[in-house]
Structures are given as C-alpha cells and as structure tokens.
C-alpha cells in the first residue's frame, strides 16, 4: 500500500466539525481508503487533525495527485483560514508485520527525519528493531516502516512508522512504557545516546479506527 498523510495543526477559532465533515468528503472523493479525523487525546506532535488516504501502490497516487479531488483536497489541508500548519509525507512499500485483518481500533503513523552525519550503522539498526516491535509490544497488532518519498513542511522527513493498536490506550500505555521502547527505541530518538540518528522534532498523531488500517490492500 502507499500512503498520503496530513497532519494538521488547524488555526485559532476553525470550525473544527466542519472541516472534519469537508476533510472526509474530499478524502473520500480521492480514495475509498482514508481516515480523516480529528487526533485523540491528549494530543501528540503534529497537530491535532489527521489525515491519511490510501493506494494500491505509487502509480495509484501519482495517478490521483493528477485530479481535481486530490486538488481539492490539498487546497483543504492548506487552507489558510482554518489551518495554521500542515506537515505532509507520502510513503509505499516497507517492511510490514500484520498481525490483524479485522479488529483494532487506533491508527498511529510517526515521521521522523535523520540528523545529519547519522551513522548508516545506527539507522540499519534502528530500522531492524523498529520492525521487531510487535513481538514485544502487546496490543500493537501491525506496523510498517517506510521511507518517505515525498513530504513538505517544518522538515525534511525521512521515514515513516505506522502502527495499529488494539486500543488507544495500548498506544499510550504497554507502546511507550515497555522496557523493550525506552531500552531500544529511545537511544535513535535522544541527543545524548550514542545510537542517536532521528532529529527530536517528530510528528506522532493517532486517532480512531474502525478496522486495521494497514490491512487495506493485504
């Protein structure tokens, strides 16, 4: 599957109902496979809308960037009446684990980009054991790691990891407090560790689901 995300920080004073009833309709005009919602609480890095739309794979979405829909819908996340930031990334194929095809109900996709000078080691590292993280994790039931291909905002993203919990509180809870995050994934997110290769600025939205998101297209 290749995927198209927005994750957007709307303005002061936005009809928050609104846009999320004109996000899903211009989501929807683009793609069969979208969420657009408003992120759960407590809020993450990056905003607090989310959207992310589908495709069988990246000729799919060159396909629809060509379209009126996909116009509209761009205009939308940048709107700047109602929206104060957008940060976008666009990503395919990557390792992926799935574990289930019909029950979760979180969708979580962090992006990240990687320092400068980061060691080729550290980040083949990195990737390895971000992609071992649902034997570890209860509740996180699949997970994908790609490279970003496409992206505009505050940075120049790199990757991007999404995931399918079980529940929110699997995400904020048995994700971020395993021994197995702070003891193997947190080194490549922090300055003073030696593995460190992902820059802190990060975008982390998650938000409702009512099937797994990453067992579109499987």
Known sequence: MFSA????TLAEGANAEQYVADAKAAAEAVSPVFLADMVLEPAMPGGNFFCEVGFADEAAFKAAKATDAWS??????HNAETVANCEFIAFGEGPTTLQEKENSTC??????SLRPGAD???IEKMESVMNDM???VPGLRNC???KVVECSGTDE????YECDFDEPMSFLGKYMSTPFHFLYIDKFFEPACGEWVANPNL?????AQEKPFLANFA
Request: charged content about 10%; overall charge neutral; glycine content about 0%.
């Open 134 to 136: 649902t034997a570890h």
């Open 107 to 112: 969708h979580r996709v962090l992006f990240f």
């Open 72 to 77: 509209a819908l761009d205009d939308l996340m």
């Open 157 to 160: 993203w790199a990757y991007a």
């Open 203 to 207: 975008c982390t939205p998650y938000l």
């Open 120 to 122: 080729p080691a550290m």
């Open 5 to 8: 995300v927005f994750s957007v």
């Open 144 to 146: 994908k790691l790609a």
